[in-house]
């Protein structure tokens, strides 16, 4: 077939016109043999015209698509392969075991995450100092205070440092025969818990007890009291140790 349709039709020996010539021309339309109906097409207005998906990467020349040429929100999540995803690509993602530079619009890579929660596992670590003396007794009637600023705690572990205190380990003893003996504690909101208690009647009965216990510490918390209670004068009516700390190491 024929790549271009005439617009006119000549026989032979008719005489030529210049309106014939014209309507030769005005009214030629494309051929179907003028296009490769894979990429082009003739319309139904004799046009030709690129052909719906007719276009493929093969016919894109090299350098061709532009970031300009892209427009704004074309390229959606579905056109992106997952493996074109890379770590390199991605540029709100701290890899940072201590969390430091965390924000609230960055992600962290699991390594980081794994790290900073390990480090953040409780450690229990020895006490070698503090305000005061670490081990106290009371043998006569009457209460004694004692008052420790967690600033002053020291320890020879090498994760330590106060601000990562969570807990206080005591050791707790108390003796009584006639009456009762307590050994406590301020918890963090102040009230104050009781860690050993030892009662006896007036009968001669002797009771006598020992516990280890964990007092919370608060971030912020400054200071820590334990109390010494006696009613019924002993030899140790009431006795504590401080062993240690539950530390946190990653804070």
Not at 85 to 101: G, N, Q, S, Y
Not at 118 to 143: C, E, L, Q, W
Not at 158 to 165: E, G, L, Q
Not at 232 to 240: E, L, N, P, S, V
Request: proline share 2%; no cysteine.
């Amino acid at each position: 077939m024929a790549i271009i349709n005439k617009g006119t039709a000549f026989s032979n020996g008719e005489q030529l016109s210049a309106s014939k010539l014209n309507d030769l021309v005005d009214g030629a339309t494309f051929g179907t043999d003028s296009v490769d109906n894979a990429s082009t097409i003739v319309n139904a207005n004799g046009a030709i015209t690129v052909r719906d998906s007719g276009v493929t990467a093969a016919k894109l020349a090299t350098g061709s698509v532009t970031t300009t040429k892209i427009a704004a929100g074309a390229v959606t999540t579905a056109k992106i392969l997952d493996d074109n995803v890379t770590f390199a690509k991605l540029t709100d993602v701290i890899d940072d075991d201590t969390m430091a530079t965390a924000t609230d619009s960055t992600l962290a890579t699991s390594e980081s995450i794994k790290a900073y929660v390990t480090a953040m596992r409780p450690k229990f670590v020895d006490i070698t100092g503090a305000t005061i003396a670490i081990s106290n007794s009371k043998s006569t009637t009457g209460s004694q205070t004692y008052t420790y600023n967690i600033a002053d705690f020291t320890s020879d572990d090498v994760d330590f440092s106060t601000n990562k205190i969570v807990g206080l380990v005591i050791l707790a003893y108390a003796t009584s025969s006639q009456s009762s003996n307590v050994v406590k504690a301020d918890l963090p909101t102040g009230l104050q818990t009781a860690i050993v208690r030892a009662s006896a009647d007036s009968t001669g009965d002797f009771d006598q007890s020992q516990t280890t216990t964990t007092i919370p510490i608060n971030s912020g918390q400054t200071s820590i009291d334990i109390t010494l209670e006696v009613n019924d004068a002993q030899t140790i009516a009431a006795k504590f140790d401080l062993m240690g700390f539950i530390i946190l190491p990653g804070l």
